[in-house]
């Protein structure tokens, strides 16, 4: 009665849990494009999305993803075969338990009317199973905890679900080894099967147990004389055999029956079978319960995200859709850290201590960010940073075994975040050029308005004011400096300029403008020269230095050998890290 009760209430608060989170989907949104969809509208989106590929050729696309991406797990194949390995293991053997045991009254029974636990094939493949549930997790424990290399850090829920699983499986496993050497549960069932035998009768069969089903017997040990023993067989034949099939089939069970077999008389004692049965099923209805709320729901979201990236196309999807598809992606994500082993800037964590720099490491920031988390400047900062950390390489995305679009994701929550009004100093680098590239995604002012800020981010940090549209005069530098200019050898090349202008004259930056002067403040060799007069209020309040395109036009063609696009970056370089000391210590000091 209590196990159909706490049944009862495991799978309500699992079917709970699950629409709530479900929900979350459709209310929570994520970056720029999402903010003004609202929750009906992006249901009715999913509705009418749903039907026209269901009515439409792109249903086999759809049932392609279903059996070669989602049963198969062919992206992870392809990528990972060690790891494939692992995790079909975990998701063959655990769904066939879960069908075949766990589900039996609805499922087995009615397929297998002669079917019980005890009985060949299904004592055989339980254990078949149960040892590739655990084959798997060992796998997966020794590649997250032992292998060497780049590896995403180990959080939580990682934690609770190999615990979780681990649990259920070797609970269960203990759980029918201690029923095996039961000598009480022996005496149940021969009181219920065998009871009217004689008692030499019933000595020969507790031999017969003892002897090949491993039961341990406080009267009877072995070894045992053929006649007993054939007593004992004829009887178990009699009254046993269309229950019990022989208890090596079952070899977890039967393996661990013998490793207990000294402690098996005082485990009988203490009822251990009973205290393993009850920390079975409360594992199993824990974890039931607690699904919808943990890393194990991407059983469900990850084969959604797997079948929404196979039949939505960037250009064609509803912008609706696109919100919906990338909150989900966020519970979809099984913190794997293929993503991260791949990435291209991972390597930056050992330099700067931003965990979002590394992609698996940024859902669950944007988790956070998504749930409407009230998180402070400094937090959002540091995610904002982690962001814009990216190559944009597409690594990520095209290894990524369950299919999240982490490339759009990535943009989209950019342009949120710049949204927010914070400067970001990356913006000034060579990690903005994606952004670039996609400009035209977005109107002028929202475009424009976050460089200019944090450009004025970078004047304040050093005292200055950005200067527009007029020339600049040659005054001399402020006592601001962000610091020397010799952080690299090629550095001190620009006191080789002699001011040719040839550097100024293929910068395809200044031949963009009819007058560059008003436009750009100083042009690449006038940099060069005020470089050398440490001229840095002219230099960094210069839109030249932060509009070059680092394409090394100027670099190749200077006749003396001037390093100008390196110096160029190394004066960015200089400006953004000042301002980045500036703006941590505000935040420090800020309440």
């Known amino acids: 009665m209590l196990q159909t009760i706490s049944l009862y209430v495991a799978l309500a608060v699992f079917g709970l849990g699950l629409i709530y989170k479900g929900s979350t989907w459709f209310r929570h949104s994520i970056g720029f494009d999402a903010k003004n969809i609202g929750a009906g509208k992006r249901v009715a989106a999913a509705a009418r999305g749903i039907l026209a590929t269901v009515f439409s050729p792109r249903v086999w696309t759809l049932l392609k993803a279903f059996c070669g991406d989602v049963l198969l797990q062919w992206k992870l194949f392809q990528h990972d075969r060690l790891r494939w390995f692992a995790h079909m293991c975990i998701f063959a053997g655990f769904t066939m338990l879960f069908l075949m045991h766990a589900m039996a009254r609805f499922t087995t029974i009615p397929l297998f009317p002669t079917y019980l636990p005890t009985l060949n094939p299904f004592l055989f493949l339980r254990d078949l199973f149960g040892a590739m549930v655990l084959l798997g997790l060992a796998i997966s424990i020794y590649r997250r905890f032992l292998q060497k290399g780049q590896r995403p850090p180990t959080n939580s829920g990682d934690v609770y679900a190999i615990v979780i699983v681990a649990v259920i499986i070797l609970s269960g496993v203990l759980l029918e080894g201690a029923k095996v050497s039961s000598y009480s549960a022996y005496q149940e069932m021969v009181e219920a099967y065998a009871g009217g035998g004689d008692e030499a009768t019933l000595q020969a069969l507790e031999a017969y147990w003892v002897e090949t089903f491993g039961v341990a017997s406080p009267h009877l040990q072995g070894p045992f004389n053929a006649a007993t023993l054939a007593t004992g067989k004829d009887l178990h034949r009699a009254s046993c055999g269309e229950c019990h099939a ?53 059983i469900f979201s990850s084969p959604l995200s797997l079948m929404a990236n196979a039949v939505m196309t960037k250009d064609q999807a509803d912008p609706a859709n696109v919100a919906t598809r990338q909150i989900l992606e966020l519970d979809a994500c099984t913190h794997c850290g293929m993503c991260t082993a791949r990435c291209a800037v991972a390597i930056a964590f050992e330099e700067i201590p931003n965990v979002n720099i590394l992609p698996s490491e940024k859902i669950a920031s944007l988790k956070k960010l998504a749930s409407g988390k009230d998180l402070n400047d400094t937090t959002l900062g540091t995610i904002q940073q982690g962001m814009f950390l990216c190559t944009n390489c597409y690594r990520c995305t095209s290894v990524c075994p369950v299919g999240i679009n982490l490339q759009n994701l990535w943009f989209n929550v950019r342009e949120g975040l710049l949204a927010k009004n914070l400067p970001e100093f990356l913006m000034l680098s060579p990690f903005s050029l994606y952004r670039g590239l996609m400009q035209q995604h977005h109107d002028h002012g929202h475009y424009q308005e976050p460089l200019d800020r944090t450009r004025q981010a970078v004047a304040a940090s050093c005292d200055m004011e950005m200067v527009e549209n007029r020339s600049l005069p040659l005054e001399l530098g402020h006592n601001g400096t962000p610091g020397a200019l010799n952080l690299t050898p090629q550095s001190a090349t620009f006191s080789n300029c002699y001011r040719c202008m040839t550097c100024s004259s293929v910068c395809p930056v200044v031949r963009s403008y009819t007058n560059p002067m008003e436009r750009l403040g100083l042009l690449p060799h006038q940099i060069m020269h005020a470089t050398g007069l440490k001229l840095w209020d002219l230099i960094f309040s210069s839109r030249m230095l932060w509009d070059c395109l680092s394409c090394y036009q100027c670099q190749e063609h200077c006749p003396m050998s001037v390093r100008s696009a390196d110096i160029i970056l190394e004066l960015k370089n200089l400006a953004i890290a000042h301002a980045m000391e500036q703006s941590l210590r505000a935040a420090e000091e800020k309440p």
Do not use: E
């Not at 661990?256 to 009850?278: H, Q, S």
């Open 246 to 298: 022989q208890a090596r089939w079952g070899f977890l069970g039967y393996g661990a029956a013998k490793a207990m077999a000294p402690l098996a008389l005082a485990a009988d004692r203490v009822n251990l079978r009973t205290i393993l049965l009850y920390m079975h099923f409360l594992a199993c209805f824990l974890g039931l319960a607690l699904l919808p709320f943990s890393k194990m729901l991407h």
